[in-house]
């Protein structure tokens, strides 16, 4: 698997195997690092984090598959012990815990973002930020299905504690990214 072309990655990197699995332990690396910044407003179960951006920006960057293979790596790496995951914490456990949905919405969405970018929506504001939103949106339908599986919460409940206290960050996220892509497509020459 290499970088999928246009994104990014494929612009900045050499389009090799070597440059793409390097890319995507550096993403996983990116996504754990990004945890690490994380607090918690009771009574939410859900920390606050930057992985969100970090997911995000995997599959603007590499595109769907290399960004899903980054996260599947980042999971693995948490799952076998390494604390990369929220608070330093590890374990296969985390994935059955209030946490669990979230994290498997990781893969889905960095391949969904991967998707869009390999469309070219990273090359404008609008898409972009479209884009990252909709990637925002598939990491809350796998938690609030996490909290309702792993925690026993409602839907409502779920929804109430695991997406709205996260919109208005999520959102700043999205329209960072959104207009970071097309910037950084412009350094490379590049834009529409």
Do not use: C
């Amino acid at each position: 698997m290499t970088i999928a072309a246009p994104v990014l990655a494929a612009r900045i990197l050499p389009r090799s195997r070597i440059a793409t699995a390097l890319a995507v332990v550096g993403f996983a690396g990116l996504t754990a690092l990004a945890a690490q910044f994380s607090f918690r407003v009771p009574p939410i179960e859900v920390p606050f984090t930057l992985q969100t951006m970090a997911v995000l920006l995997a599959g603007g960057m590499l595109g769907s598959k290399a960004g899903a293979a980054s996260q599947v790596l980042y999971l693995l790496a948490g799952s076998v012990g390494l604390p990369v995951f929220a608070e330093r914490s590890a374990g296969l456990r985390i994935l059955s815990e209030a946490t669990g949905g979230y994290l498997v919405g990781f893969v889905v969405a960095a391949f969904v973002v991967g998707k869009m970018a390999e469309r070219r929506h990273d090359r404008m504001v609008l898409t972009g930020f479209a884009a990252f939103l909709i990637g925002s949106l598939v990491i809350y339908l796998f938690g609030v299905i996490g909290l309702m599986l792993n925690v026993g919460l409602t839907f409502g409940a779920a929804v109430a504690g695991g997406v709205v206290p996260f919109v208005f960050w999520d959102v700043l996220k999205a329209l960072a990214a959104g207009v970071g892509m097309p910037a950084a497509w412009r350094v490379t020459g590049e834009g529409r």
